[in-house]
């Protein structure tokens, strides 16, 4: 008899509760595995708001760094631009014939603004009586020039000359200039405001 009752008490092979205990055990096992995925999947959103935060964060830091704003990295357009006129402005007034100063002076005048101005009349105030009597002709040309910064309506230069200096009828001399320049965006045309010998 005690056989029997201990067998009617768990029934089912012993199993306890007899197929509940079964379908219990299938059921809290279901809803442990749905509360994992669940879980995993709350851990998962949480880690990609937390990367996009980041990725967000560091985007920003890159916007606000110098070399974002520096134009001459980014805006190809412009920076031809301004490596054209300060190239051809700078061939323009280191170039001179013996009967052409005056000429030399005007170009000077409408490309030259500031300090360059002023140094650039010093120093030609100095040689324009030479380069009359003694027939002296320099040929300047730009053969390399590159934008350092762009920013705003200023740029930085460096810039590689050639220049070719005659005496008479004399043989020529070629001579190599490199040069930092300042330039800035007046009325949409390019002034250089300051040179500077390297």
């Given amino acids: 008899m005690e056989g029997q009752v201990a067998e009617r ?3 089912h092979g012993g199993r306890p509760f ?8 299938r059921r809290m096992g279901r809803i442990g595995r749905m509360r994992r995925s669940t879980v995993l999947g709350a851990l998962a959103a949480l880690l990609l708001a937390a990367t996009g935060g980041v990725l967000l964060y560091r985007a920003a830091e ?7 704003h520096n134009r001459a990295l980014t805006d190809a357009a412009a920076t031809s631009r301004v490596n054209g006129d300060v190239g051809t402005a700078l061939a323009k007034v ?22 360059a101005a002023r140094q650039y009349r010093q120093l030609f105030g100095q040689v324009r009586a030479g380069v009359r009597d003694q027939k002296l002709a320099l040929a ?17 230069l460096l810039v590689f000359l ?25 009325h949409d045309e390019w002034r250089i405001v300051d040179i500077e010998a390297r």
Avoid at 18 to 25: H, L, N, R
């Fill in 94 to 115: 280191f170039s001179y014939r013996p009967d052409g100063t005056a000429a030399t002076e005007r170009s000077a005048r409408e490309v030259l603004d500031g300090r």
């Fill in 9 to 11: 008490g768990t029934g």
């Fill in 140 to 156: 300047t040309q730009a053969v390399r020039v590159g934008t350092v910064s762009l920013r705003g309506d200023t740029a930085r």
């Fill in 62 to 68: 890159l916007r606000d760094t110098p070399a974002a």
């Fill in 18 to 25: 007899g197929g509940f205990g079964g379908f219990a055990m």
């Fill in 162 to 186: 050639d220049q070719t200096a005659r005496r008479g009828k004399g043989k020529p001399a070629t001579s190599a200039a490199q040069l930092s320049v300042t330039a800035r965006l007046r």
